[in-house]
């Protein structure tokens, strides 16, 4: 009787786990971490003292950042704090004495949206962006987009992955994002 009732509680367990899986709960994609910069975003670089230096820059296809006097300074895949290091490093050498660097995003690189939507192609991206704020720049669905989940497509590294995500997945610049027909 004792190990009938234990296998009861086992096959209960295990239905009840089964149940318990809502959709798509596969996310290859990395959704922490500090922002990583990269072609097409564009930073503010502000160096105290040197007005001429202070100003926006593109981060151009190879992921440097070109500035006046100090040249091209690598900024691809490093956070904002480490360009600025990298920034004040190269003032250091030579140009300023005790240079003071701050950079922060002044403008995002877009990120890519196509499939069952009204408006494909390349839109701007905000902070804190989800599936679901990028499919509203988008216009919102055609009548036969599936409406629960999508794929995002992202860099990490040197590999392009992807994962099946909900709506509330938090998107990242750079991101391609694929809204798939429902089946009828």
């Known amino acids: ?16 786990s089964a149940c318990a899986h809502n959709g798509p709960a596969t996310y290859l994609v990395e959704q922490a971490g500090p922002y990583r910069l990269d072609s097409g975003d564009v930073v503010r670089v502000s160096v105290y003292g040197d007005e001429e230096l202070t100003n926006t820059y593109r981060i151009d296809d190879a992921g440097d950042i070109a500035m006046p006097l100090v040249g ?11 360009a600025a290091a990298r920034i004040t490093s190269a003032l250091a050498n030579g140009l300023m004495r005790s240079p003071n660097v701050a950079v ?14 009204a408006s494909a192609g390349q839109l701007p991206y905000v902070y804190g962006m989800t599936v679901r704020a990028a499919v509203s720049a988008a216009g919102g669905y055609s009548d036969t987009a599936n409406q629960t989940n999508a794929t995002v497509y992202r860099r990490q590294g040197e590999e392009m992955v992807r994962g099946n995500v909900g709506l509330d997945f938090p998107i990242q610049p750079g991101d391609t994002i694929v809204i798939s027909e429902r089946w009828l």
Request: aromatic share 10%; with cysteine.
């Open 1 to 16: 009787m004792h190990i009938l009732r234990m296998a009861i509680a086992l096959c209960l367990v295990a239905f009840a």
């Open 72 to 82: 091209t300074v690598s900024a691809r895949g490093i956070t904002t704090e480490a």
């Open 104 to 117: 922060e995003v002044a403008e995002y690189r877009p990120f890519f949206i196509q499939g069952a939507i």
